[in-house]
């Protein structure tokens, strides 16, 4: 017998699918709905036949009998209510028919059929679904990896709710089910109604799912299978499963023992192992695919009595052991008090149970440029959730996998603990090893994009980050952050942690400009056509201009990714307008550019920012810590003014101290003419293997110190002979210093440090010259001057009228250019009367 046997109404058919509405197009023939099988106007329907309808001019007003003559232990109706007065005021649970069953032996069941119990109406109000029955829709996902652009806000929300096509599907429950059921009868009432379909359930089952989720590990034995590219698919007709996820590759031992802890782990991006979950009947049966094909089934019922079943290509597990609905909290160890962080929580398998309100995977593990940032963060296979210090949701039973952290100098927890039965409290406890506010270090991120201002705050805070630079900008024809523009800072946490939304502005040839502290925009944000402004625009503006406009009203001007876009900065820096540089990458590239001015004789402060654009990049990864003085109480303007002054260091998790005769990072150490020999003392801590301190003198390395195998630890001390004017700066990273561990973000990044310069003057004021670095930003100043002649796209003259209101608009991009040219020129010509 079969598990679900439809019943074959056309005998009994009256009305066709016109009686539901002229432009009505109802599935008929062999349908699934839920998985469960149903015939409407019999295997070959006719569309002007197919239906039990009732009242109304066509359909019947009488009773009608279908014989049965079998047992069953469920009888499935696809029925609907054409005619409801409910949205009229009418109350609902009218009963619109009843359903009257006889057994052999002469006993009777009579169901009523209620608007909004058993049966539903047509059209469906919002809200309106009934009580008892349900859609003939399942729930869906969205297809994984497509879609329309319209709705891609929509696709965030994954999983939708099942519709109604045409029919609502009701499942009484005999009370008799080894009783033959003779006949059911169809008693009409007063409303018009249609029975699509009939089905008798055999199994001791609900024929819909009644049991939440539960999560199933994914193997694929073959080794030709696991190494694919991952795409595993997983079906289930009598039930619904979610995308599956990749789980990590590496065991758990390899896990706790990761000297990463806390900032994430490699994505895993084979397809197997995976895991899924699922909602079924018993009787569901369970299909995976890879790239197209089938490697294995199963029937959900065995998987859930024997926790695992196998085949020769597929391998299913049971992963549920139970869950509790757990509050946690992470208590700072110092205070006794609940501290920001990020938390993630998973099974020894690695399945993810993030805390209520977050996500186990952000946007299914797509790409989230500007999509989705707030509040997640993916650290390669890690999702973490940033709370306040209190969260709650579900754990698994049994041991929890908890990985905890809190920006640079709180000591990441990765350990494992032990839900029980019953448990609804778990608390953590992070440590602090520094507190570099303490000693008048101040953090910050001089880069991002896309956070709002609130979540900036407790992203900030989750990260153990002072200051957050937000920046509006535009990108193309999108602009973003437009509303988190107020001309001033935000403060929380007491004053601990500010964010200021300020600006970026960018032109895709001559350069970026990170412009902080504005009081009101500069405009235009961008400017010369995409990917930067918009199709068909004109470059309206050069990088100088809008430093001059933010320094203007009292702000500070970082160049970004130094070096690129590498058009404008030689003369940004040739002409005092570059407060800053900031550096995104560990590269050798990135070191050359940045020496290349410090020994040009320009002094550059370093700062460290994201550029964070994604949830795969948290805040502050990259940061800059700023020296103020006791008496300076911190604030966003005494920061950026430290910053100036170069009272810096770059930080990608290592903390760095330097000193020269005493003299600290940034200022000047004065000696007498001839020179002499300087005592140099530095040291890192981190939380991650830092295997190389080096001193750089004028970008070569003149000391150093190293441990082979990654210590937490490294000091250096030596001296030097210093004969003329120099700077000196420190900086640590991996093996042979750029051969560092990379974070597991979206780039990639080499953990690594790196000072602002100490100066060195000898018998006079501070002064470098590089013949070398001088041709270098004269050919890049008239490239710049190239670009704006020959290749920049220009309004005629005449035709508009610029911004800036002056006639000649050439003349006025061209301005700055010619204004690097003459200081360069300059420094050239006085290097050359003062060489011996």
């Given at each position: 017998?079969?598990?679900?046997?439809?019943?074959?109404?056309?005998?009994?058919?009256?009305?066709?699918?016109?009686?539901?509405?002229?432009?009505?197009?109802?599935?008929?023939?062999?349908?699934?709905?839920?998985?469960?099988?149903?015939?409407i106007g019999g295997r070959t329907p006719d569309s002007a036949r197919c239906f039990l309808g009732f009242r109304d001019l066509t359909g019947r007003?009488?009773?009608?009998?279908?014989?049965?003559?079998r047992t069953a232990r469920h009888v499935l109706f696809a029925h609907t209510l054409l005619e409801s007065r409910v949205v009229e005021g009418e109350n609902i649970g009218r009963v619109v028919a009843h359903y009257l069953f006889r057994y052999s032996g002469g006993r009777e069941q009579r169901i009523p059929v209620r608007e909004r119990f058993e049966i539903g109406a047509l059209p469906l109000p919002y809200g309106g679904f009934p009580f008892l029955a349900r859609p003939d829709q399942k729930d869906w996902l969205q297809p994984r990896h497509e879609g329309a652009w319209g709705a891609s806000g929509q696709r965030q929300c994954e999983a939708f709710r099942g519709g109604v096509r045409a029919y609502?599907?009701?499942?009484?429950?005999?009370?008799?089910?080894?009783?033959?059921?003779?006949?059911?009868?169809?008693?009409?009432?007063?409303?018009?109604?249609?029975?699509?379909?009939?089905?008798?359930?055999?199994?001791?089952?609900s024929p819909f799912y009644r049991e939440g989720r539960r999560e199933v590990k994914i193997t694929l034995p073959k080794k030709e299978d696991a190494e694919k590219a991952f795409g595993p698919e997983v079906d289930v007709d009598r039930g619904v499963a979610t995308y599956p996820y990749p789980l990590p590759e590496r065991a758990e031992s390899e896990f706790l023992a990761d000297p990463q802890r806390g900032w994430g782990e490699p994505l895993h991006s084979k397809a197997s192992p995976a895991y899924v979950e699922i909602a079924a009947t018993p009787s569901a049966t369970v299909r995976v695919r890879l790239a197209g094909e089938e490697v294995g089934q199963a029937r959900w019922g065995d998987l859930e009595e024997k926790g695992r079943v196998e085949g020769p290509r597929l391998r299913l597990e049971l992963a549920d052991r139970g869950k509790n609905w757990v509050h946690v909290t992470v208590l700072d160890d110092q205070t006794g008090k609940p501290v920001p962080c990020r938390v993630h929580f998973r099974s020894p398998e690695g399945i993810p149970y993030q805390p209520h309100g977050y996500h186990n995977q952000v946007l299914s593990n797509l790409n989230t440029w500007h999509i989705d940032i707030g509040g997640d963060l993916r650290l390669g296979q890690?999702?973490?959730?940033?709370?306040?210090g209190q969260c709650q949701g579900w754990l698994p039973r049994g041991d929890v996998l908890v990985d905890v952290a809190r920006g640079f100098e709180y000591e990441p927890i990765r350990a494992r603990v032990r839900i029980e039965p019953g448990q609804r409290e778990l608390v953590l406890r992070l440590k602090r090893w520094t507190d570099m506010n303490?000693?008048?270090?101040?953090?910050?991120?001089s880069h991002v994009h896309f956070l709002g201002t609130q979540g900036a705050h407790r992203e900030a805070q989750g990260e153990d980050l002072n200051v957050v630079n937000l920046l509006q900008s535009q990108w193309g024809h999108l602009f973003t952050n437009t509303e988190d523009f107020i001309g001033g800072a935000t403060a929380s946490n007491r004053g601990h942690t500010i964010v200021y939304c300020s600006q970026e502005n960018r032109q895709h040839f001559l350069g970026h400009l990170i412009l902080w502290g504005l009081r009101r925009p500069v405009m235009p944000w961008c400017t010369d056509g995409p990917g930067e402004a918009e199709l068909g625009g004109c470059l309206e503006e050069a990088m100088a201009h809008w430093a001059d406009a933010c320094h203007a009203q009292g702000g500070t001007v970082v160049i970004p990714h130094l070096p690129n876009p590498n058009g404008e900065p030689a003369v940004l820096i040739a002409t005092g307008r570059a407060d800053a540089i900031e550096m995104l990458r560990h590269g050798a590239y990135n070191h050359i550019e940045y020496y290349r001015y410090l020994n040009g004789g320009y002094r550059l402060p370093l700062v460290g920012g994201t550029?964070?654009?994604?949830?795969?990049?948290?805040?502050?990864l990259y940061r800059t810590y700023a020296h103020l003085p006791e008496e300076e109480e911190f604030n966003y303007e005494n920061w950026c003014r430290a910053v100036r002054s170069g009272r810096t260091f770059l930080s990608g998790g290592p903390i760095l101290d330097f000193t020269v005769n005493g003299v600290r990072i940034g200022d000047t150490l004065q000696l007498p003419k001839g020179g002499g020999s300087v005592e140099i003392e530095a040291g890192v801590e981190s939380i991650?293997?830092?295997?190389?301190?080096?001193?750089?003198?004028?970008?070569?390395?003149?000391?150093?110190?190293?441990?082979?195998?990654?210590?937490?630890?490294?000091?250096?001390?030596?001296?030097?002979?210093?004969?003329?004017?120099?700077?000196?700066?420190?900086?640590?990273?991996?093996?042979?210093?750029?051969?560092?561990?990379?974070?597991?973000?979206?780039?990639?990044?080499?953990?690594?440090?790196?000072?602002?310069?100490?100066?060195?003057?000898?018998?006079?004021?501070?002064?470098?010259?590089?013949?070398?670095?001088?041709?270098?930003?004269?050919?890049?100043?008239?490239?710049?001057?190239?670009?704006?002649?020959?290749?920049?796209?220009?309004?005629?003259?005449?035709?508009?009228?610029?911004?800036?209101?002056?006639?000649?608009?050439?003349?006025?991009?061209?301005?700055?250019?010619?204004?690097?040219?003459?200081?360069?020129?300059?420094?050239?010509?006085?290097?050359?009367?003062?060489?011996?």
């Open positions: 017998m079969k598990d679900y046997e439809p019943i074959d109404l056309i005998p009994y058919c009256n009305v066709g699918a016109a009686f539901l509405g002229a432009s009505a197009n109802p599935p008929l023939g062999e349908q699934s709905f839920h998985g469960l099988p149903f015939l007003t009488e009773s009608l009998t279908v014989p049965l003559g609502f599907l009701y499942a009484w429950r005999n009370p008799e089910p080894e009783t033959v059921l003779e006949s059911l009868t169809i008693e009409p009432g007063d409303r018009k109604f249609i029975v699509a379909a009939v089905t008798l359930g055999h199994l001791e089952e890690i999702t973490y959730a940033y709370i306040d303490a000693r008048r270090w101040f953090s910050g991120d550029d964070k654009m994604s949830s795969e990049v948290p805040v502050g991650f293997p830092v295997h190389t301190l080096e001193i750089v003198q004028q970008g070569r390395v003149v000391a150093s110190t190293s441990e082979a195998r990654g210590g937490r630890k490294l000091r250096l001390k030596t001296s030097l002979e210093v004969s003329g004017h120099t700077w000196l700066a420190a900086r640590c990273g991996g093996p042979n210093y750029f051969q560092s561990i990379p974070h597991h973000d979206a780039w990639r990044r080499g953990t690594f440090a790196h000072t602002s310069p100490i100066y060195v003057a000898v018998g006079e004021d501070w002064r470098l010259f590089d013949p070398g670095t001088a041709q270098y930003m004269l050919t890049l100043v008239e490239g710049g001057l190239a670009y704006i002649r020959n290749t920049a796209v220009m309004q005629p003259p005449g035709r508009v009228t610029h911004h800036h209101g002056e006639r000649d608009h050439t003349a006025y991009l061209e301005r700055p250019f010619h204004e690097a040219l003459e200081a360069i020129q300059r420094r050239m010509r006085e290097a050359q009367n003062t060489s011996p």
